[in-house]
């Protein structure tokens, strides 16, 4: 669906996107993660032909966005971090002005704009002024103007930023269900929008790329993603001793709270060593409470992928 190779981006000695190659696979919503001022918004700005790159090559549908910018923009729907709307317009009057800006009219315009306003919940809102709704529903305006022309590729910039807990929960749903028809391409810098919501996932930093996979795979790559945690009746140091000399164990930690000790065990890569673990508490015929596996989360591999 989208290509994207080698492409840098410039501001005078600002260097902000820095050799990145990615591919949107049609069908996904991918997820472009990282920090504020990794380059997100500015490599989505290149995407939608909205500025230049300095060099580098981007294809969308088979058409590339210097080539064919017009048939690239045709193809694209974008949502950009600051959502801009007409506050003194209705939310049909906005719909039907956005749909004509892009060549929409007569009886296609009037069908599209009622299937937007069921498929992003505005029906309640049709004769409202723009400036009287919520953030949650002018996202959702955001949105149906983002999609009215039935665009092939969905970009959202940052498209939970300054909702309240329930209006992310309705517009991740909302996105998800987009996500079944659509590709869409979710940027943001909040993890759990990106695990809850995308299949698959970037990570940038300082505008070149860290990582890429599914939110367990991304996980899973982390030397320090394989862990186990244990609760055992006995001494601390005597059961650090004798979990340290378990093949694959590269750390053993543990706290005392009266006879029992909570130990936390580091792994060598992404070794399973679950049954040598519980072998060791066996034959050393120690009381063991809990025992589990556990894997660095999102966040955790995106402060090691980004720190600094």
């Not at 230049?52 to 090559?57: I, L, N, R, Y």
């Not at 048939?71 to 009057?93: Q, S």
């Not at 953030?135 to 940052?158: C, F, N, S, T």
Request: hydrophobic share 35%; net charge neutral.
């Amino acid at each position: 669906m989208m290509d994207v190779r080698q492409l840098n981006k410039r501001f005078g000695d600002v260097h902000a996107v820095r050799d990145l190659t990615f591919q949107v696979k049609k069908g996904e919503v991918f997820g472009f993660l990282g920090p504020n001022g990794a380059g997100k918004t500015t490599t989505m700005r290149i995407v939608t032909c909205y500025i230049p790159a300095s060099s580098g090559t981007i294809s969308v549908g088979g058409h590339d966005t210097v080539e064919h910018s017009l048939d690239v923009r045709k193809k694209i729907g974008y949502l950009p971090e600051n959502n801009p709307l007409y506050n003194d317009m209705m939310v049909t009057e906005y719909l039907k002005f956005a749909g004509e800006l892009r060549g929409m009219q007569g009886d296609k315009l009037s069908s599209r704009i009622d299937e937007m306003v069921q498929v992003c919940g505005l029906a309640k809102m049709t004769g409202r002024e723009i400036g009287k709704l919520s953030k949650g529903y002018r996202q959702r305006v955001g949105l149906a103007q983002a999609m009215l022309h039935d665009p092939d590729l969905l970009i959202l910039d940052e498209p939970t930023s300054g909702l309240d807990p329930n209006q992310i929960i309705e517009i991740r749903e909302l996105i998800k269900k987009i996500g079944r028809e659509k590709t869409v391409i979710y940027c943001s810098h909040i993890l759990s929008e990106v695990s809850a919501t995308c299949t698959r996932i970037l990570i940038i930093n300082n505008g070149s790329p860290v990582a890429t996979g599914t939110a367990e795979e991304l996980t899973s790559q982390m030397g320090s993603g394989n862990q186990y945690v244990l609760r055992v009746r006995g001494s601390g140091p005597d059961i650090e001793a004798k979990l340290q000399g378990v093949a694959g164990v590269s750390s053993v930690s543990a706290s005392q709270d009266n006879e029992w000790a909570s130990v936390r065990v580091a792994c060598e890569g992404n070794e399973d060593i679950g049954e040598s673990l519980f072998r060791c508490v066996v034959d050393n015929r120690w009381s063991l409470a809990e025992l589990k596996r556990e894997r660095a989360s999102l966040e955790e591999v995106f402060t090691q992928l980004t720190r600094g």
